[in-house]
T-cell receptor, first 111, second 117 residues
C-alpha cells in the first residue's frame, strides 16, 4: 500500500526566504507525482505535475524534483511571499490511477 | 483545459437525512471518477473509485451502504451520504480521469463542504 509522508507538518518563515518542502512515498511504481496548494476552506490548486519519467518541473518561483528510485520529491519555493501561505499537498498517482495524498505542510510566510 | 464541476459547493443538512453531491466532467467523458474525503486539518483520503456502468470500488473502512455512488453516465458521478450524522461533516472532492491522445490526466472538482447539524 502506498504511503505518502510530508515533512515538515508546519513551517513558518519570514518573507523572502527560500524554502524546501519534502515528500516521500513508499512504492516507486508511480505514474506521476503532483504538488497542490490548498487555502483554508478551499479546494485544490494544482502547482506542478511531474511524470514518472521526469526529474523536475518548474513554474515561476516553484521547482519540484522527483527521485523515483528513492521515493522522494521536493518542492522548492524561492523568495517566499505572504501570499504563499497555504497548505501544500503532495500526491502520488498510482499506476491504477487513483491518487494518494500526504498530510500536507502548512506554510506561513510572515511579512 | 478540462473542467470538473461539483455541486453543491456548500450544503447543510439535518442529522438523519440524505444528501447528494454531483460531480460532472463538463467537456470530456470520464469513465473513471474518484471520490475523496478530507476531515479538518487532515489530508485527502480516497473513498471510492467510480466506474461508469459498474459498481464503485470502495476503500477499506468506507461503508458502501452509507456512501452510495452512482456513475450512470460518462459525465456524471454522484455521491449520496445516507442518514448523515455530524461525524460525516467533511470536505468531499471528486476527480475525473480524462483520456487524451497524449495520455490521461486527472482533474479535480472544486469540492463540496458538507455540514450535518
Amino acid at each position: 500500500k502506498q504511503e505518502v509522508t510530508q515533512i515538515p507538518a508546519a513551517l513558518s518563515v519570514p518573507e523572502g526566504e527560500n524554502l524546501v518542502l519534502n515528500c516521500s512515498f513508499t512504492d516507486s511504481a508511480i505514474y506521476n507525482l503532483q504538488w497542490f496548494r490548498q487555502d483554508p476552506g478551499k479546494g485544490l490548486t494544482s502547482l506542478l505535475l511531474i511524470q514518472s519519467s521526469q526529474r523536475e518541473q518548474t513554474s515561476g518561483r516553484l521547482n519540484a524534483s522527483l527521485d523515483k528510485s528513492s521515493g522522494r520529491s521536493t518542492l522548492y519555493i524561492a523568495a517566499s511571499q505572504p501570499g504563499d501561505s497555504a497548505t501544500y499537498l503532495c500526491a502520488v498517482r498510482r499506476v491504477g490511477n487513483d491518487m494518494r495524498f500526504g498530510a500536507g505542510t502548512r506554510l506561513t510566510v510572515k511579512p | 483545459g478540462a473542467v470538473v464541476s461539483q455541486h453543491p459547493s456548500w450544503v447543510i443538512c439535518k442529522s438523519g437525512t440524505s444528501v447528494k453531491i454531483e460531480c460532472r466532467s463538463l467537456d470530456f467523458q470520464a469513465t473513471t471518477m474518484f471520490w475523496y474525503r478530507q476531515f479538518p486539518k487532515q489530508s485527502l483520503m480516497l473513498m471510492a473509485t467510480s466506474n461508469e456502468g459498474s459498481k464503485a470500488t470502495y476503500e477499506q473502512g468506507v461503508e458502501k451502504d452509507k456512501f452510495l455512488i452512482n456513475h450512470a453516465s460518462l459525465t456524471l458521478s454522484t455521491l449520496t451520504v445516507t442518514s448523515a450524522h455530524p461525524e460525516d461533516s467533511s470536505f468531499y472532492i471528486c476527480s475525473a480521469r480524462y483520456r487524451g491522445s497524449s495520455g490521461n490526466t486527472i482533474y479535480f472538482g472544486e469540492g463540496s463542504w458538507l455540514t450535518v447539524v
